[in-house]
């Protein structure tokens, strides 16, 4: 856990912290981050040095809107990422239940809690039924578990209440989204970074329906004011949106990246791979073992609180890292009496 | 007006559509942002592809502390912009009194309204006595006016309540930061981009005092989460707030500039130029034909709402720019019966 007890990927600092002795360079399997960036166009230093024009993100926007396939009446607010949005919606509401389908991506059960709601975990929509806010990752993280987008548009037909839905991984999932059919109450959350493997630019979305999903989105956009998306990120995420063609590419290359994972990971694992096309998730009861000997390979996975069992895998990024994760997935190690050094690799936070 | 219905400056699109057929390329006076920007260093690829590493915003926050003089005690917290500070803060408190030392950027009194409190312009310090909140921009804009830190900091141990001063200004303005002897109930914004002409990057400070002040940055921070400073930002933020040469040249050469822009703008005025090292106030009776004829020439500069004598004019960037002015100011243009085409150039918004 880190300082506010969540554990995230993405901090080499974490991994060389926990295996000091670590190969360089570290191989960062830790996050569900795209390992094939979206090129970046030449920018105009007048992106740099010039307020971001009002007309800049509403382009943004509108190009957004036909990525996501949102139709008209949907308001979409774009952001210096999702997770500022993840912050923001709970504060904008009197003290609410809230249904979070777990377990899940912690940040949206932290920041609930933190605005003075309700919260529980809830296994599926039916158990959510009575709640006033329903939350859900989808496709999911850690275990890419999809509710098709007609169930939920059919559970927000009868379900009085907001229905809230981060789909930062759905961009390169084919059907996965609800945004063509988004519901009045209904809220869709887009991480544009993962995908484009580009989180540190740091832009994601929000996509509001006609009724209070709408209406909180318009609160969001008037609580950020202008200017919260920087120059780069309005016309990197322009270019980058419109860009059917990559997406679909990054899209089939990917899933070929998933199935290779999944069949270098099989040996290791006790039930079928889960995940999307941007991770894998491997649920073996070696798997604390496995974290161990990956990370003195100077390979960083995530690893869960919840289930020590499980193990999240990025994508490598290319065929050096390919081979590093096969040999470290191949080398057996020391004995089980000469492996005393996994005591001093525990995390310090 | 704008949409928002409050006037900014630095948008060329509005001053194309005022003035159609000035001759391209703009020169855009409108906004105080350095003219001549923080050369940008070199970018490392994971600056845009990686998740901000933890340890990234945390270092540019020590780097910022240092660079704004604040001691131990005092939380900084570093944001997309100070915009997104200034419409959050207001969110965070039940309805107030708020006294707003007025005129100045509207953005402030917008928020404050805009989060369900009672919002008084006043004169000045004494008048705002009574208020829960009490706001000013320091030193202000668009007129350049400073109350002495000294003063604001004995204002404080007397005043019962949250006192908030907006120093997007004073950079480049010697001994004009409360920073060093923020009180308990003190919050300063500070921003980047206008001082390091990187206003496209968005970036911005928050500091909170020992009490109340830093209690809600700290809610500001949890709202806004991990990651909401992009990588580039963290990393260009961190280099150009550690370099202190640039700084301390960047305010020389500002101040030569704006002397320059007086002596140009002495015979227009009514009374003496006021403003900071990065904009001038021009308070002329032909404010609103020297507007039109400046945007004839292609040269954008800010008008203000509430006072149509008043003109901010912020620096030129290089000699080219600087003739460009001095002509367009010298021009008389044609006699009164001839200038009908100034009816074509009201704001459409």
Known sequence: MDG????HGGSLGAARRLFPRAPEPWIDLSTGINPVPYPLPPLSPDLWTRLPEPGAQAA????????????????VLAAPGT??????????????RVAILGPTYAEHAAAWRA?????????????A???????????????????????????AQTHAGLLVVDEAFADLEPGASLCPQLPDDGIVLRSFGKTYGLAGLRLGFALGGAGEGGALVARMRALMGPWAVSGPACAIGAVALADRDWRARAA???????????????????????????????????????????????????????DPSLLRFGLPAGEEAWARLEAALAFQGPPPHLRHSVRGEKPRH
Chains 1, 2 share one sequence.
């Open 252 to 306: 089939a290359a990917r899933a070929a990246d998933a199935g290779r994972l999944d069949a270098l990971l099989a040996p290791h694992a006790r039930a079928p791979m889960r995940g999307t096309r941007l991770y894998r998730l491997l649920a073996s009861e070696d798997a604390p073992a496995l974290f161990a000997r990956l990370g003195r390979a100077g390979i960083y996975v995530r690893r869960f609180g919840h």
């Open 115 to 127: 605005g003075g709601h309700r919260v529980t975990e809830v296994a599926d929509l039916a158990a």
């Open 60 to 75: 943004l926007e509108a190009v957004a809107r036909g990525a996501f396939g949102a139709v008209e009446g949907v308001d």
């Open 4 to 7: 506010e007890g969540i554990w």
């Open 83 to 96: 997770q500022i949005l993840i912050g923001l919606l709970p504060s904008l509401l009197p003290p609410r």
């Open 129 to 155: 039924e009575g709640a006033d806010v329903v939350v859900l990752v989808n496709p999911n993280n850690p275990d890419g578990r999809l509710v098709a987008p007609a169930t939920l548009h059919a559970f």
